[in-house]
């Protein structure tokens, strides 16, 4: 079987993005913009985090505008393919921001839909 054609479960997917934002939590610690310019192993931890977010995004396909609808997932998806192509050309305030404004809440309706898939019994 392709991996391709392989079938991602959601439950896995929102686990990656859950698990992937902790860790960008705790790499990002008391760190603001200037902190992570000077900072390139937690710069290149939190892109590759924020890199499989944005894959786990992608393996959720239209199910993630149907589970989280206030997210923006078309940008979600964007930065992945931004951080793998043309990472020689990432504005780390654009990074910073992603970080310090859009994943708390990204991580919150991610929580809330892990749950209602579990109580739910859909995976």
Same mark, same amino acid.
């Given at each position: 079987?392709? #991996? ?6 959601? @439950?896995?997917?929102?686990?990656? $993005?859950?698990? *992937?934002?902790?860790? $960008?939590? #705790?790499? &990002? ?5 200037? =902190?992570?310019?000077?900072?390139? /192993?937690?710069?290149?931890? $939190?892109?590759?985090? /924020? !890199? %499989?977010?944005? !894959? &786990?995004?992608?393996? /959720? =396909?239209?199910? &993630? +505008? ?9 940008? $979600? %998806? #964007?930065?992945?393919?931004?951080? %793998?192509?043309?990472?020689? %050309?990432?504005? /780390?305030? @654009?990074?910073? *921001?992603?970080?310090? !404004? ?7 309706? +991610?929580?809330? +839909?892990? !749950?209602?898939?579990?109580? #739910? =019994?859909?995976?």
């Amino acid at each position: 079987m392709s #991996g391709r054609s392989r079938q991602h479960r959601i @439950v896995d997917c929102l686990e990656d $993005i859950l698990d *992937n934002i902790t860790r $960008i939590e #705790g790499y &990002a610690g008391r760190l603001d913009l200037d =902190g992570l310019k000077q900072d390139g /192993l937690r710069r290149d931890a $939190i892109e590759r985090c /924020l !890199e %499989r977010i944005c !894959e &786990a995004a992608h393996r /959720l =396909g239209d199910r &993630a +505008a149907a589970l989280m609808p206030d997210q923006a997932w078309e940008d $979600i %998806r #964007g930065m992945g393919n931004r951080l %793998r192509h043309a990472y020689d %050309r990432i504005d /780390l305030a @654009v990074v910073w *921001n992603v970080v310090s !404004e859009r994943l708390p809440s990204l991580k919150a309706d +991610a929580a809330q +839909a892990l !749950e209602r898939l579990r109580t #739910g =019994g859909e995976a």
